[in-house]
T-cell receptor
């Protein structure tokens, strides 16, 4: 019973490199989300998806892209990483709507040098 | 523009006593409020919620109070236990819109 699984757990990148963070959920949830958490700030929504094949921008989408080709997977891409993207990234999902309780993964700690 | 604020970064309480965590919000359109709990190296887990049509919701040792006129909510934990030591996030949303999170309060319950 894995819930929401994020891969990788840690990563260090150099400025300008690209990478993809993977989120997988086994609960058949329609809605999936990517957040970032920075010191002194709450979780901020980057992008979200209301179903397979759909994506939408959240509060802080710049510098990120997402894809939801399969219902269970939600990918977050950084095309050209910048030090300002150093953060802890959380993926979440829920079955019914954007303002309902969400199930979170354990996070990916990303450092960009 | 932080619409949800938790002004106390940390709180320390003795085991068995009451813990009160506070949260203020600025958006009067918020109609659903949640508390999440987070342990180190784990993701947040949902704890309790309250709709704007209520002013109190209780679940075991956890009670959330909502004061809409003051745009304030609080989480009461009674009695507090060492296992309650964690970071608590307040969150709020309006229907079919993004959830907004506070910065969190680190609760330490001392044995």
């Amino acid at each position: 019973n894995a819930g929401v699984t994020q891969t990788p757990k840690f990563r260090v990148l150099k400025t300008g490199q690209s990478m993809t963070l993977l989120c997988a959920q086994d609960m058949n949830h329609e809605y999936m989300y990517w957040y970032r958490q920075d010191p002194g700030m709450g979780l901020r929504l980057i992008h979200y998806s209301v179903g397979e094949g759909t994506t939408a921008k959240g509060e802080v989408p710049d510098g990120y892209n997402v894809s939801r080709l399969k219902k269970q997977n939600f990918l977050l891409g950084l095309e050209s990483a910048a030090p300002s993207q150093t953060s802890v990234y959380f993926c979440a999902s829920n079955p019914t709507g954007r303002n309902q309780p969400q199930h979170f993964g354990d996070g990916t700690r990303l450092s960009i040098l | 523009d932080q619409q949800v604020k938790q002004n106390s970064p940390s709180l320390s309480v003795q085991e068995g006593r009451i813990s009160i965590l506070n949260c203020d919000y600025t958006n009067s359109m918020f109609d659903y409020f949640l508390w999440y709990k987070k342990y180190p190296a784990e993701g947040p887990t949902f704890l309790i919620s309250i709709s704007s049509i209520k002013d109190k919701n209780e679940d075991g040792r956890f009670t959330v109070f909502l004061n809409k006129s003051a745009k304030h909510l609080s989480l009461h934990i009674v009695p507090s236990q060492p296992g309650d030591s964690a970071v608590y996030f307040c969150a709020a949303s309006e229907w079919n819109n993004d959830m907004r999170f506070g910065a969190g309060t680190r609760l330490t319950v001392k044995p």
